[in-house]
């Protein structure tokens, strides 16, 4: 059967159908080269339409549930915060590093969405409390503002999940040539994985005591450029609200035409990338670079303000979900993930971060 046509977004992302993913995935080689290869326009990341109807109002729900949640009372956010893990399970705000410097611009909730408890030795819970501790769920008697949570939050972190994990075996003839272990299995390395973590992130307006510029607005003004440090990373739309006066979150237009995701493509060209909001986007992260030596390289990234009229009052959320192996799998001769992950953690929170 001859593979299907390569098809793109208008900014030049690899598209490809739902339907052909679970119903011939290994028809899909050629697509997954274009998107994840080393060509200097391949940008890394790969965008599945044709989702099931269930999948928008999943991600409304939820992404409605980060506003409300990332505007509730600070010390009611706190009661979430869980710095034993590093803030990796819970509520998270200011206390990772980016350029150098606190993150108070956004938000995070962070969840395993596929396991609740990981089934794990205990030296290797208190080995690695980032991967390996308990989820920590909004309750909702004392907060009825975010009821639901928890269900919305696993139902779309489960459905991402999924269809990662169908991309995973669609992708498994091109990444199986460039592992520097060939026995390796990448759908089974991300199923059977413990250490699933998804993010649902809130970027908050710019504050009005230090707006952005409207010119010369950098492009890493929302999120600083960074990698992942997963196999592959799921991402949704993002969604832009305003709260109105009820404090009900609005969906409104972003607020500008350079508001949004950046990638460098593999040959260091700037591309802003927009997912339809019927649609998923996978990326490639530092742990598939490791475990490949560097062949398939993970995607850069940033998110821009895009400053525009208004913007003082219009947030960003989206929801991420990073797949990657358990931490005693070997990436390198010397490195686990569990090690590698130690240093990414080193980078990005300093033992003081915790008490800021």
Same mark, same amino acid.
């Given at each position: ?48 339409r ?31 915060? @869980? ?9 998270s705000?200011?206390?990772?590093? #980016? ?11 962070? +969840? ?6 990981? &089934? ?8 690695y409390?980032?991967?390996? $501790? *308990? ?13 639901? /949570? ?21 992708? &498994?003839?091109?990444?199986?040539? @460039?592992l ?6 990448l759908? %089974?390395?991300?199923? !059977?994985?413990? =250490?699933?973590k ?18 010369? %607005? ?20 993002a #969604?832009?609200?305003? &709260?109105?006066?009820?404090g ?58 895009? +400053?525009?009229? $208004? #913007?003082?009052?219009?947030?960003? *959320? =989206? ?9 005693? &799998? ?14 990414? /953690? ?6 003081? !971060?915790?008490? #800021?």
């Open positions: 059967m001859q593979p299907p046509k390569t098809e793109y977004t208008p900014e030049g992302a690899v598209s490809i159908s739902y339907t052909t993913l679970t119903s011939s995935p290994l028809s899909l080689t050629t697509s997954i080269e274009k998107a994840f290869g080393s060509s200097p326009d391949s940008l890394g990341i790969i965008v599945v044709d989702l099931p109807e269930t999948y928008k109002s999943s991600r409304e729900r939820l992404l409605k549930l980060a506003h409300c949640f990332a505007n509730l009372p600070y010390d009611v956010r706190e009661r979430y915060a @869980h710095p034993e893990s590093r803030y990796s399970f819970g509520w705000h200011g206390k990772e590093i #980016m350029n150098g410097k606190p993150d108070t611009l956004k938000g995070s909730y962070y +969840a395993n969405p596929v396991v609740d408890s990981p &089934q794990v030795s205990a030296a290797d819970r208190l080995a409390p980032e991967y390996y $501790g *308990e989820n920590i769920w909004p309750n909702p008697g004392d907060i009825e503002a975010v009821s639901g /949570f928890e269900q919305a939050f696993k139902d779309l972190g489960r459905f991402v999940f999924r269809v990662g994990c169908e991309l995973a075996v669609a992708c &498994q003839p091109f990444a199986s040539t @460039h520097t272990d060939s026995s390796l299995s759908s %089974e390395l991300i199923r !059977s994985s413990q =250490t699933v998804a993010r649902l992130l809130h970027y908050f307006p710019p504050a009005p005591d230090s707006p952005l510029p409207a010119e010369d %607005e950098p492009i890493d003004s929302w999120c600083g450029f960074h990698l992942d440090h997963s196999l592959l990373t799921g991402l949704c739309s #969604m832009f609200l305003r &709260q109105q006066p009820n009900e979150p609005l969906v409104v237009a972003p607020p500008s035409q350079t508001s949004g995701l950046y990638i460098r493509t593999r040959g260091g060209a700037l591309t802003k990338v927009s997912i339809p909001a019927d649609c998923l986007a996978f990326q490639t992260g530092e742990a598939l670079e490791l475990a490949t030596a560097g062949k398939l390289r993970a995607t850069p990234h940033c998110v821009r303000v895009g +400053a525009g009229e $208004g #913007m003082g009052s219009i947030s960003r *959320e =989206t929801f991420a979900l990073f797949m990657q192996p358990n931490t005693d &799998q070997q990436l390198t001769a010397t490195e686990t993930f569990g090690k590698f992950s130690k240093r990414v /953690f080193e980078e990005h929170y300093k033992e003081d !971060s915790a008490t #800021m």
